[in-house]
């Protein structure tokens, strides 16, 4: 199957019962690479090992008797330890719930899920704890047979009771975006010991058999709702290749390679967690951080300032070889970062306002002076890929996705003109400045012996929110600019905790915040962008987006049939998030910056997902 044939489903089969299936997969030992016929159930001529995948559009890249992913080294030693740090603190061992500040990792390195991605697609996933997928072509249902050696690292079996029972957890006390999918679910059948199915209704989302797919399986045997809902620093019992074996809270989390883990032969694992010990160590600020890297202490740093990147890896460690810079490619949409405006204060609830505080971002400056003129402005929320609509007039399917609420779309962002405002590069470009006042003076906003009020005589004054000290240049070079048009911006610097509270409760008035997209957008975005989320703590609207027009646009983009239908959509979500003029866009390297030391690989073959700093499943040491 060629490459660029982005993926997806699946089976076809019929409106066999899934008791029927699953009673055949029983009756017949239905391995990753068969179906048994005489339970009458339709299946495609080609359906034999179908069931070891499935993809959101288009078919899987990798056949049913594939050895291993291109993008890992299928030779790499196991043994070594990396060790690798990060800004903040942490309080907790769970990441599925709201609550805390957790430890990330413990998501598919302790907890798996029944399937796991292939990473050089744009969204395909493999069995994982699942030997077996079903997907009717209509994705009404969908039934995972879980693998038989499947255990957890207590020894206990996986069941599908466990997975019904992770499911009814996150339903419950998961992340918004989880309880918004989960609730779809219409009816779960346990078929056998070893089957569940879920019924999805009319099978309108499509993304939905993917996401339960990515289902965490938790141990039903070792956890109860209430040791799941509050935040705990308890080492927890799970299937994955990792056990957590030391916490040290706020400061250090260490993972140690299961020796006896269940699912190191499978494909979709070989080549993958050949490290035998990863150490996480926390710290307060980005100084301390690069200087533990300099040290020798940390073995991975991922680098986020270009001055730092071309300047400052002199260091003895550096200049011995002993540490390696590495600029490192990938293909997904560049992420949309930068200044978000939380819309549910008066101040910012005027795109007007919010346009003016765009103009008076000077990129070009702030470039140059602090930059070295590395960085490239992010347009839009898929910078950089198919999803993108930054200069490409809005097609008639686009139209149609937008409907009446075309005319929250500006003009140029709708004919494909639309470019992020560039200045003079001399951090007080007059036209912009000017622009933006008229802007602010549409919305009541007038100037006053050099400072900007309304008409009931009120200055224009807020905070920028951050906890990130190394960010505070930026932010000061932007406050200057603001200065010009008489608006005071405060920075004030918290730390981690604070920072994650503040933001989960919508406390603040700007933030920098950061979402990651992939080369397949789905129902994440309505966490990110939905309306239905505006109020939701915990949810990740940081804007707090409320355009209708948005929902219209995600509807399209999670019920989208092929690969056209979904860059159709994401491109008309994108002009409506444009419009919107809900942060001031940042910038992106053209690379990602990763300085290791020289006994740590990658694969010579890279994913389209590049170097994923928070899952570095595939690297190995060299001792």
Not at 106 to 125: C, I, K, N, Q
Request: aromatic content about 10%.
């Amino acid at each position: 199957m060629p490459r660029g044939n982005f993926l997806s489903v699946i089976r076809s089969f019929g409106p066999a019962s899934c008791g029927a299936i699953a009673a055949v997969r029983k009756a017949c030992a239905v391995s990753v690479a068969s179906v048994c016929l005489m339970a009458g159930v339709a299946v495609a001529e080609d359906a034999d090992g179908q069931t070891h995948a499935m993809a959101m559009h288009g078919s899987p890249i990798y056949a049913p008797d594939f050895a291993h992913f291109d993008y890992v080294n299928p030779d790499a030693p196991t043994g070594g330890e990396i060790r690798f740090g990060l800004r903040g603190t942490f309080d907790s061992v769970n990441p599925l719930i709201v609550r805390g500040s957790p430890v990330w990792w413990v998501r598919g390195w302790v907890w798996e899920s029944l399937a796991t991605r292939g990473r050089d697609e744009a969204f395909s996933l493999y069995g994982l704890l699942a030997e077996t997928i079903i997907v009717p072509e209509d994705r009404t249902y969908v039934t995972f047979g879980i693998n038989p050696a499947a255990r957890f690292s207590d020894g206990e079996p996986v069941t599908a009771d466990d997975v019904i029972f992770s499911m009814e957890l996150l339903r419950e006390h998961g992340r918004p975006s989880q309880r918004r999918a989960y609730g779809q679910i219409t009816e779960v059948v346990r078929e056998d010991e070893l089957t569940v199915t879920f019924r999805l209704g009319d099978g309108s989302n499509r993304e939905l058999p993917l996401l339960l797919g990515l289902l965490p399986v938790l141990p039903e045997h070792a956890m109860t709702v209430e040791q799941f809902t509050e935040t705990s620093l308890e080492i927890p019992v799970g299937s994955g290749p990792y056990a957590l074996s030391r916490v040290d809270p706020g400061r250090l989390a260490v993972f140690e390679r299961r020796d006896d883990y269940w699912g190191s032969d499978l494909p979709v694992n070989v080549g993958q967690y050949n490290v035998e010990s990863w150490s996480i160590e926390y710290f307060r600020d980005a100084t301390a951080l690069f200087e533990a890297f300099t040290t020798g202490r940390l073995h991975l740093y991922a680098e986020s300032d270009p001055n730092n990147w071309l300047n400052n890896y002199n260091f003895p460690a550096a200049e011995a070889g002993e540490i390696v810079q590495s600029a490192l490619t990938d293909e997904r949409p560049k992420a949309p970062s930068g200044y978000v405006f939380n819309t549910r204060r008066a101040l910012f609830s005027d795109v007007r306002v919010r346009q003016a505080l765009n103009l008076l971002f000077d990129f070009e400056w702030i470039n140059e002076t602090i930059f070295a003129g590395q960085y490239a402005r992010t347009e839009g929320f898929f910078h950089g890929s198919e999803l993108s609509s930054v200069g490409r007039p809005a097609s008639d399917a686009e139209l149609a996705i937008l409907g009446d609420h075309a005319s929250a779309v500006l003009p140029e962002v709708l004919d494909g003109s639309w470019s992020t405002i560039q200045s003079d590069g001399s951090g007080r470009d007059r036209g912009n400045i000017r622009t933006a006042l008229g802007l602010l003076r549409e919305a009541g906003w007038s100037l006053d012996g050099g400072t900007l009020r309304n008409t009931d005589g009120e200055p224009f004054t807020f905070e920028l929110l951050t906890s990130s000290a190394s960010a505070e240049r930026v932010a000061l070079a932007y406050a200057q600019t603001l200065e010009l048009a008489g608006i005071d911006m405060t920075v004030r610097v918290i730390d981690g905790a604070q920072f994650e509270e503040r933001r989960r409760v919508f406390d603040f008035d700007v933030i920098p915040y950061t979402w990651f997209q992939s080369l397949s957008p789905g129902n994440e975005q309505y966490n990110r962008f939905g309306p239905s989320t505006a109020d939701q703590e915990g949810s990740f609207n940081m804007a707090g987006i409320t355009e209708p027009g948005v929902t219209a646009a995600i509807d399209a983009i999670v019920s989208a049939v092929d690969r056209e239908d979904l860059v159709t959509a994401a491109r008309a979500l994108d002009r409506l998030l444009i419009s919107g003029s809900y942060m001031v866009p940042h910038y992106h390297a053209p690379t990602q910056w990763i300085a290791h030391a020289s006994a740590v690989n990658f694969p010579e073959t890279g994913s389209v997902w590049g170097y994923q700093f928070y899952t570095p499943n595939t690297l190995w040491i060299d001792e």
